[in-house]
């Protein structure tokens, strides 16, 4: 099976679905990330060119460790994503032609940072132009837990790997602690959620809008 992930910035695929991620490629699904954003505002300091390539060089050696068949940079501004649905449907237009996935994983439509909330109606309007519906859409949590999920990952046997993957990001975690964060939610969907170690959780979402 193909699948897709929408990250809006490099770092949000370990955070979000990074041991799911693990589970597919280890079934032999072809993963492919598409990210919308190359996150430049997390290194304010730098020019933006020199931040761009600082980032996707982390998003690709994270996407190593997680065995991510393929990464797309749609270099969409970040932050302000937003303002560019159009722009961002057009770029994932042909990347759904190419992969057909099976499964979307997105940003749930919930989160609180402006550019997650932007990866939903960017996606519909991709699907609307590529004429195609995957079989399953399912959004995950960043940095707002989900109130609501109805799909439960356990993630106990890949938690490793995929905090690796998290510190690849190593340009993030110098403001951040997300490995704190992400062990501490992913602990607590375990334990409420998967009765495990470590779970993940997510939304499956309409795809009435979609086309």
């Not at 068949?69 to 994503?81: G, K, M, S, V």
């Not at 997300?178 to 501490?184: D, F, K, L, M, T």
Request: aromatic fraction near 8%; glycine fraction near 6%; proline fraction near 6%.
């Amino acid at each position: 099976m193909n699948i897709l992930v929408i990250a809006p910035h490099p770092d949000d695929e370990a955070i979000g679905c990074g041991g799911t991620i693990c589970k597919h490629t280890a079934r032999g699904d072809r993963v492919t990330v598409a990210f919308l954003t190359s996150g430049e505002l997390g290194l304010k300091r730098l020019p933006r060119e020199k931040a761009w390539n600082i980032r996707e060089a982390e998003a690709r050696s994270a996407a190593k460790i997680l065995r991510i068949t393929h990464a797309e940079f749609l270099r969409l501004p970040d932050w302000t994503a937003g303002t560019y649905v159009k722009e961002g449907a057009r770029l994932l237009t042909p990347i759904l032609k190419r992969e057909k996935p099976g499964i979307i994983y997105a940003p749930h439509p919930c989160e609180w940072h402006p550019d997650h909330q932007a990866a939903l109606p960017m996606l519909r309007a991709a699907l609307r132009k590529s004429d195609f519906a995957p079989a399953e859409l399912r959004g995950y949590e960043v940095w707002t837990p989900m109130v609501e999920h109805d799909h439960v990952e356990n993630i106990s046997e890949v938690m490793p790997r995929k905090l690796r993957a998290l510190r690849a990001h190593r340009s993030q975690l110098e403001e951040f602690d997300y490995e704190r964060a992400v062990r501490g939610l992913n602990q607590f969907r375990g334990e409420l959620a998967g009765k495990c170690r470590y779970a993940e959780v997510f939304q499956t979402l309409s795809l009435k809008h979609a086309r």
